[in-house]
């Protein structure tokens, strides 16, 4: 019985796969093509997580994708509008038909003989293995696993009168009015918790080992505000996004050219909006540079506000035991707690955990090099999707599913049907393909794809540069291979390795 056949798989109908899908329909419409989407809804991220004040930690006009413009003035946006925005796109542009929700994918096998990947997917509904089988085969299931978050071992926890809740788990039925609520942690989603919960609970305390980079930011754009009175959503909208893209890489270039001068700013930004005397520097500085780990901003500075106000407090320190009332920390003090919140992190997927085969041979990712922050060495008609640390993770997605489908039609046009990344020649240095000190990185570091020093084996975090490589550049570079099944010798420069 022949097996279900498309010329391109995406795996995840998040906000990546469906970006991609959409990308595939406008710039390659005579390919086929599928999603497997492991959950039972559009969205990804942005259905999973349902948390008090859920947000998007990157502004909406470069979150948002490059041909549907986001036509509210709302620069950061809560969890249901995007996740409203995702599925009004799949509407849209036909997307939804092309779903095949509850299906997990496991394992992938390529066949160079037959040019072709064979996919083994788990119904989640009902247990069953199906196999599928695709041309190129476009993972967009981001980084991180969806059906565990990350909480370290906390002595004592079982002794804790009330709830502990993981934010990537959130109990639709949790009630916390009037209660006390520790949320531990100090990231983009305990600065989101905090000003959430304030209003409601009787008091809400930030607990963290060490500090973060937090810097308020304007709720509502003013240059989309002032755009929308002169100019169609569509004309405004690619002003807007070059400005905050070119905003946002700036400061990053700073921090790493000047990183005291950048450390001075953000000092003072947070200083001028928390009462006099507040301890800033034990609360608010930290002991790394800015943009070693992903910079924390807060919308009209809500943090800083609830913490003005005195709804909300920070303690630094660290855990000795969970108590049956809440927190002893290593100083004495006890915390008390009615409710406890571990926004505690991530745990690293990359690929979303598919086993991969090449001819037989299984793939270890680490042991891959990334090619354009996008394919891997050595594994044919394959791509992944992982944005930027320094900015918008769709400014990333898009420019990559625009390179997938520049490559899809340099195939159709040449004849070819097998794409192959190589590795850069010699003993170059290679580095993890995401550049970042955040403890989810370095607790996964070891799993994931390796970068070489430079293009197209570096991904730069640098959106303009990636728009001239991915959207310019040529396709049939050094770093890739195309070829025909039952062909000798590949076209393209390098060698495999």
Request: proline share 7%; hydrophobic share 40%; with cysteine.
């Amino acid at each position: 019985m022949p097996l279900d056949h498309v010329d391109v798989l995406i795996v995840g109908a998040g906000l990546s796969g469906i970006g991609a899908a959409c990308h595939l329909r406008e710039r390659s419409p005579g390919s086929t093509f599928a999603i497997l989407e492991s959950r039972d809804a559009i969205g990804g991220t942005w259905d999973l997580f349902r948390y008090p004040g859920i947000r998007s930690d990157s502004d909406m006009f470069t979150l948002g994708y490059s041909f549907r413009p986001w036509t509210d003035s709302t620069a950061i946006a809560d969890g249901p509008s995007i996740r409203s925005y995702v599925r009004d796109t799949a509407a849209e542009y036909g997307i939804e038909e092309h779903i095949r929700f509850g299906h997990e994918v496991v394992s992938a096998e390529w066949s160079s003989e037959r040019a072709q990947w064979t996919v083994e997917a788990r119904r989640t509904d009902t247990g069953e293995t199906v196999h599928l089988t695709c041309g190129f085969l476009f993972t967009c299931s981001g980084y991180y696993r969806y059906d565990e978050g990350y909480t370290p071992e906390l002595p004592g926890a079982a002794d804790f009168a009330g709830p502990i809740v993981h934010p990537q788990h959130w109990p639709e039925d949790l009630d916390y009015a009037g209660k006390r609520v520790v949320v531990i942690g100090s990231g983009a989603t305990a600065v989101t918790l905090v000003p959430a919960m304030a209003p409601e609970a009787e008091h809400v305390t930030m607990l963290q080992r060490s500090p973060s980079y937090v810097l308020a930011m304007p709720r509502h754009d003013p240059l989309a505000r002032l755009l929308r009175r002169v100019l169609s959503p569509r004309r405004a909208y690619p002003v807007v996004r070059w400005k905050n893209t070119l905003v946002m890489t700036a400061l990053f270039k700073l921090s790493r050219a000047r990183p005291g001068l950048v450390k001075k700013f953000l000092r003072k930004e947070v200083q001028r909006r928390l009462p006099e005397g507040f301890d800033v520097d034990r609360h608010f500085r930290p002991r790394y540079d800015p943009w070693d780990q992903r910079m924390c901003f807060v919308p009209d500075g809500d943090l800083f506000r609830v913490l003005r106000e005195g709804r909300a407090s920070i303690v630094t320190d660290t855990i000795e035991a969970i108590t049956e009332h809440g927190i002893r920390l290593t100083s004495g003090e006890e915390l008390p707690a009615d409710v406890i919140v571990t926004a505690t992190g991530l745990n690293l997927l990359p690929a979303g955990g598919i086993r991969l085969t090449v001819d037989g041979e299984h793939v270890e990712l680490a042991d891959t090099v990334a090619y354009k922050g996008m394919m891997l060495s050595g594994v044919p008609n394959f791509a992944l999707t992982i944005g930027y640390t320094n900015a918008s993770w769709t400014l990333k997605a898009d420019l990559v599913a625009q390179y997938v489908c520049r490559v899809l039609a340099h195939m159709r046009e040449h004849d070819y049907d097998r794409c192959v990344p190589v590795a850069p020649a010699g003993d170059q240095p290679l580095e993890p393909l995401i550049d970042l000190k955040a403890g989810y990185v370095l607790r996964g570091v070891d799993s994931l794809p390796r970068q070489g020093p430079s293009a197209p084996w570096r991904l730069h975090q640098n959106y303009a540069r990636d728009v001239l490589l991915l959207r310019r550049g040529r396709v049939d570079d050094e770093g890739v291979r195309f070829s025909r099944a039952g062909a000798g010798q590949p076209s393209g420069g390098g060698a495999l390795r």
